[in-house]
């Protein structure tokens, strides 16, 4: 039997610039205000001493690795990892690996990306091929819409809820973007972007930076006293769901195959009862409605009788996207994996003040790159 | 060796712009339109549905040569009838040449392909005309100016229609041209166009032809003259000794003045109802003039039916304004020069030609699995590298799901785009040829090669899916 991960390390310190349209910030500028966050919040005022290896994750830089070590001046082994919008997570889970191998002590995980240094309000629409076109995220994920809604009956008015709770959370979250609510009205009568998706419907692109210092877990309680800990890490890859021939379109492979794993590593049999907090990926409202179904949360079809129940809200059963997820909070791509771990860790710690889970002591995050084509899964406990 | 036409085929892009909304007035329905290539259309893409469609049903691998003939080829360096022949995945030593210049190219062209075939070089020859002109905003050109394209098998047995003449003259006259880098066509004060151009050319090809035939105007059933516009095209006619009965409709008021490729539109209508005995003409008036006469044989009854020019007329779009039509064909001022930027890598381009141009994928040999990009590991079976070429642009497919975009640059948005089922491989594409809330899911859908995009500066190809047509 494969060992796991679970207990081997723990998260010792975390931190989140101010996501948003960071016009007079710089990467190194965001990296700095992460990682001297991360770095404050596990104690550590010497990182040239304390740190000893970097992973960071960004999909959009244009200098590699070097542009992290360079604005933090951490001449470590450094390694920057890309999976679209898995990023994070993916980061994250790299880092993880070479503290359990045994190869370092301490680590430091920064995610980041600048989006809107490029002229652009959305994502841009990608003509590098003659072929998938047109490539815009909203044109990938509403591809699953058609089917969905004609096998399971759901319709806009089940996504506008998601929008709407994502909407609020993030008013209640200091470093997220859009501190706003949203009516249904206002949702319903947005601009199209990609049927059935409006405005409302997508993720809002941002600039940010988080970060996270991790640890052996036994030496955690060097750094503070309620270190939390790795339960479960992955990250699955998935084949391209436009050409996959035997894909449904009611749900998305890789964040199934991803959960079944985490699951087993963590131990988890009854997800919806287990997991008291989650961050999913919501870079569209339909993602998180078959995230719900496809992490188990509820069964194949059933996500919208949760959504009019209120499952999914602050004070409901599983409170998720407690900062208001890619849709409030922002997505820089890189960032976005390693900014769900901070919320989460906040969580744990009962440290997330207005949005606060009461006694959360499990929380998943979920990360999903390219069309999709990846998904990367972390759970945290105490 | 007796050459003729074997099979035909036409393409008229199903956007009709009313000619009452020129100028952006609005239009009544049921007034006179033009056929308008749109946004993704052009000389190529028209050229090569026109070909498909000539080569319906009939094995592509005979094809010995193509050859293109239009005006406004998208390029000025870099062949179209090459392009073409891969489009068709017709053989790799297939015979390739472009005729352009003039008015008169498709008639040249057909003439060459006869020619050929009458002195034994080439057993079948496609010869595809199509032409997308632009007459200026508000110039009179633009209202007689229409969109399309024909598309002939010439061969050396079973013709549906034989060669019995030819006959071409050269003259020198600047009555229509377009100089380098000139998007609009240019004429000369129009009584001089067609009082010494264009009328005294089809008289002269129409005499020649007769005394070379040994025949007399009012022995041929139907006369397909190119024209540039109706009363021109009438009075052409007089000039020439044919009977009014007798012309075939030159349609415009439906679809315009076609260029390089009307003279062979007319004559693929004409095809598609004419009867065993009958005699054909076909004039092309353009810097001289070139005239035949074809002879209709039995054959043409055993010829399945094509899509030729009325099952086209049938099928229309009107266009909802003059500025939709404008933004369609890149005549309105924008914030963005298009880039100068290289564009797509050609070596990609090149490493794909067989997937983005033939639209040809592959079957696995093991488990039998088609899939689309080729691929080297199997991704139903595993097994690597033990594939056979299948080529899916003649297949029927159905669409899996879809999706409305309003993000992508379109004169008229959103873009319908599907995940599209074909032989079992799973293709994400554009689906033309409908309204967004038309669109179904498990509709079936047929193929069509399309511009994709601009990049570069240079037209870039692909191919979209179309609801299936009903018919041939």
């Known amino acids: ?382 | 060796v007796a050459a003729g036409i074997v099979s035909y085929g036409a393409y008229v892009p199903p956007t009709r712009l009313p000619l009452g909304a020129l100028g952006g007035r609005a239009a009544k329905e049921g007034g006179p339109e033009k056929a308008v290539a749109w946004n993704d259309e052009d000389a190529l893409t028209m050229a090569v549905a026109a070909a498909q469609n000539a080569l319906r049903g009939l094995d592509r691998a005979q094809v010995d040569a193509v050859l293109f003939a239009s005006t406004t080829h998208p390029f000025r360096e870099k062949q179209g009838a090459a392009l073409i022949a891969r489009a068709l995945d017709l053989r790799r030593d297939v015979r390739s040449a472009d005729h352009g210049g003039s008015l008169r190219a498709g008639a040249s062209a057909l003439g060459a392909a006869l020619d050929a075939v009458a002195a034994g070089s080439a057993r079948r020859v496609l010869v595809v005309a199509s032409d997308c002109r632009m007459g200026a905003p508000g110039s009179g050109l633009e209202s007689n100016v229409g969109d399309g394209a024909a598309a002939f098998l010439v061969g050396d047995a079973d013709p549906i229609a034989a060669m019995e003449a030819s006959y071409a003259f050269a003259e020198e006259i600047v009555d229509v041209w377009r100089g380098e880098g000139e998007r609009f066509v240019h004429a000369w004060e129009d009584r001089f166009v067609v009082q010494e151009g264009y009328v005294p050319s089809v008289a002269q090809a129409v005499h020649g032809l007769c005394e070379r035939a040994g025949a007399a105007p009012g022995d041929f059933a139907r006369a397909c003259l190119s024209a540039p516009d109706a009363r021109s095209h009438a009075e052409a006619a007089r000039a020439a000794g044919l009977d009014r009965a007798r012309l075939q409709d030159p349609l415009f008021g439906r679809l315009g003045n076609t260029g390089a490729a009307f003279a062979l539109m007319q004559l693929a209508h004409a095809l598609e109802s004419a009867r065993p005995g009958e005699k054909l003409l076909v004039v092309a008036s353009g810097d001289g003039g070139e005239a035949f006469a074809l002879h209709v044989t039995a054959q043409i009854e055993k010829l399945e039916p094509r899509r030729g020019v009325s099952w086209h007329l049938a099928r229309r779009r009107p266009v909802k304004s003059y500025d939709r039509y404008l933004k369609a064909r890149g005549l309105e001022p924008r914030e963005w020069e298009p880039g100068s930027n290289p564009g797509l890598s050609a070596t990609v381009h090149f490493r794909e030609r067989d997937e983005d141009v033939s639209f040809c994928g592959q079957r696995c040999r093991r488990c039998g699995a088609v899939q689309f990009p080729a691929q080297r590991v199997c991704e139903t079976c595993f097994a690597r590298d033990d594939f056979e070429r299948h080529r899916l642009s003649d297949r029927v497919g159905r669409v899996v799901t879809y999706t409305l975009d309003f993000f992508f640059p379109t004169p008229d948005p959103p873009t319908v785009v599907t995940v599209t089922e074909v032989d079992g491989a799973r293709i994400h594409l554009q689906l033309v040829n409908t309204a967004p809330d038309q669109v179904r899911l498990d509709m079936p859908v047929e193929f069509v090669f399309r511009r994709i995009h601009e990049v570069g500066g240079r037209p870039n190809y692909y191919w979209k899916a179309a609801p299936r047509e009903e018919g041939p």
Request: proline share 5%.
């Open chain 1, 1 to 382: 039997v494969r060992e796991g991960i679970r207990d081997k390390v723990a998260i010792v310190g975390v931190g989140c610039c101010k996501f948003g349209e960071n016009w007079d910030q710089s990467p190194s500028d965001m990296i700095v205000d992460a990682a001297y966050g991360a770095y404050a919040d596990a104690g550590i005022d010497d990182p040239q001493r304390r740190i000893d290896a970097v992973f960071t994750g960004s999909l959009y830089s244009q200098k590699g690795p070097h542009e992290c070590s360079d604005a933090l001046k951490l001449w470590k082994p450094v390694t920057m990892v890309s999976n679209y919008c898995a990023t994070g997570t993916d980061a994250f889970r790299c880092a993880v690996f070479s503290v359990a191998a045994g190869m370092y002590d301490t680590v430091l995980v920064v995610g980041y990306d600048k989006p809107k240094d490029r002229g652009v309000s959305g994502p841009s629409v990608m003509l590098d091929g003659v072929r998938d076109l047109p490539k815009t995220p909203a044109g990938w994920f509403s591809l699953a819409a058609a089917r969905y809604f004609a096998e399971f009956g759901a319709g806009r008015e089940d996504l506008a809820k998601i929008a709407i709770k994502n909407h609020h959370n993030g008013t209640l979250a200091p470093n997220s973007f859009l501190k706003r609510e949203i009516t249904l009205d206002e949702y319903l009568n947005a601009r199209m972007i990609s049927w059935p998706f409006g405005l409302y419907d997508c993720a809002a692109q941002t600039d940010g930076a988080a970060a996270a210092v991790i640890t052996r877990a036994e030496l955690a309680r060097g750094f503070r006293d309620d270190p939390v800990l790795v339960k479960a890490v992955t990250v699955w890859a998935g084949p391209n769901p436009q050409k996959d021939p035997s894909n449904d379109f009611l749900s998305w492979k890789p964040t199934a195959w991803a959960a079944e794993d985490a699951y087993r590593q963590a131990g988890i049999t009854r997800p919806l009862e287990e997991i008291d907090v989650a961050q999913v990926h919501d870079c569209f409202s339909l993602t998180e409605l078959l995230t719900y179904e496809d992490l188990g949360f509820c069964a194949k079809g059933a996500a919208k009788e949760h959504v009019a129940a209120g499952t999914f809200e602050l004070g409901g059963e599983l409170p998720v996207n407690t900062d208001g997820g890619l849709k409030s909070f922002g997505h820089p791509t890189g960032a976005t994996g390693v900014r769900m771990i901070y919320e989460n860790v906040l969580q744990l710690q009962g440290r997330a003040e207005k949005r606060q889970v009461p006694g959360a002591a499990l929380a998943l995050s979920h990360n999903i790159g390219g069309h999709p084509t990846a998904c990367g899964i972390a759970i945290l406990g105490k």
